[in-house]
């Protein structure tokens, strides 16, 4: 009888960990990974001094792999430049977007002296958190691009100011093709990481089922070791 239910025991113990890895398996390697969403803020020519308490327009480009407007749907939705100060204090400026893809304009205002670092901030992209270093009062410091290959794009007579790179920078921008709107009812080629990932609905319902079924083994645990 003891040896049993130690036999019972081992197998449910064997069974709970196999469920949960098959679980945890299929939550990770059916939902495709999103790879290089980055993006590289670039600032236009800023004001030749800065002093506290006086308010600036500062413009600013959002580059995805710092060589192009956003490529994906839609836009980026809101974006800001975040400046924060050697305490630990940001302060948000709001942008306003542009006629020119990829461009927007922020009025900032510096509350109080010191070194404040600029980022930038949106909800789409992985934001840049090093656009520029501000010495108040003092002058506007263009970090470098760690950019050394950028891809082609057709600007037009607006374009952003591309800073030099870094001394140690070996970054290049992935080259991605815009989609096209295929007509209606034309079939398009389906990438093969698609077409291998499984919908997310039946993501979603295999975890729940292969979760209800952890659950079940563990309440017949506990009954056989009462």
């Keep these: 009888m ?90 948000e400026f709001p942008g306003t977007r542009s006629k020119t893809a990829g461009h927007y304009s922020a009025e900032v205002v510096f ?24 010495t108040v009062p003092g002058s506007v410091a263009i970090e470098p691009s760690e950019m050394t290959e950028r891809a082609d794009h057709k600007w037009g007579p607006v374009r952003p100011s591309f800073p030099p790179s870094a001394a140690a920078a070996d970054g290049a921008a992935p080259v991605v093709e815009v989609p096209e709107v295929a007509p209606r009812g034309h079939v398009t080629a389906v990438d093969d990481e698609t077409a291998d990932a499984l919908p997310t609905w039946l993501v979603v319902v295999g975890g729940a089922v292969t979760i209800g079924f952890a659950v079940l083994l563990a309440r017949r645990y506990r009954r056989i070791n009462r």
């Design 2 to 91: 003891w040896f049993r239910r130690c036999s019972q025991n081992m197998r449910t113990r064997r069974i709970l960990v196999v469920a949960l890895a098959a679980l945890a398996t299929g939550l990770f390697t059916t939902i495709p990974a999103h790879a290089g969403n980055w993006e590289e803020t670039l600032l236009d020519p800023p004001p030749s001094r800065i002093e506290p308490g006086v308010t600036y327009t500062f413009g600013y480009w959002i580059l995805q792999h710092g060589s192009y407007p956003y490529q994906g749907g839609g836009d980026l939705g809101p974006t800001a430049l975040r400046a924060t100060d050697g305490e630990g204090i940001s302060v």
């Design 111 to 134: 509350p109080h002296k010191g070194t404040w670092t600029i980022a930038s901030q949106h909800e789409v992209l992985m934001p840049d958190p090093r656009v520029a270093v501000v």
